[in-house]
């Protein structure tokens, strides 16, 4: 069966990679619909479940997986930064602080929702000094990264603990995506 990847994250390929040795990348052409009766736990499962049908849509035989990470500090979700004011007040407010990742995963086939999950990992950081936020600024990193860090590069020297899956802040729960994607082959057989 053919499996596709609904997204163009590096990350995320380089993570399915090791489960998953045969698969294609296809990223979804949507824009992203919010439902404000969502809750911050929802959101990342229903983007997933939104990029994944598109792709599933278009490749009605493949098993398509879907992904979506946000970032959330006191129940507000932090996205990717605008410019680089918008990641400095982001790490500002991140700073001595605990906030939470939630990626949420879907598995499509034929335009159905086979199966579905939200995976959190909590994420506490060191204070960081001005110097430092504008030391990681000057590096690039944060751009393109929900909360203005990738924990899988110099963010990670940010980071003074995690409770929960790694693989998680990065942007895909490998350990539970092997464990969904293990049962929906099993189910193929």
Not at 16 to 39: C, H, M, N, Y
Not at 105 to 117: D, H, I, K
Request: glycine content about 10%.
């Amino acid at each position: 069966m053919q499996l596709i990847l609904a997204s163009q994250s590096p990350r995320r390929r380089e993570l399915l990679g090791r489960i998953a040795g045969d698969f294609t990348v296809e990223a979804s052409q949507i824009e992203e619909k919010r439902d404000p009766a969502w809750t911050i736990q929802e959101l990342p499962r229903q983007l997933a479940k939104q990029k994944a049908l598109d792709v599933s849509g278009r490749h009605r035989l493949a098993l398509v997986v879907g992904a979506d990470t946000i970032v959330a500090l006191d129940g507000q979700v932090l996205g990717k930064p605008q410019d680089a004011e918008d990641a400095a007040r982001m790490l500002r407010s991140l700073s001595g602080r605990t906030h939470q990742v939630y990626t949420g995963v879907a598995f499509c086939r034929g335009g159905q929702v086979l199966s579905s999950f939200v995976q959190c990992t909590e994420v506490d950081f060191y204070l960081l000094e001005e110097e430092r936020i504008q030391r990681y600024l000057a590096s690039g990193e944060p751009f393109d990264k929900a909360g203005a860090y990738g924990i899988q590069g110099l963010g990670g020297l940010l980071v003074k603990e995690i409770r929960g899956d790694y693989c998680n802040v990065v942007g895909f729960p490998l350990a539970r995506a092997a464990r969904e994607l293990e049962q929906l082959m099993a189910k193929e057989r």
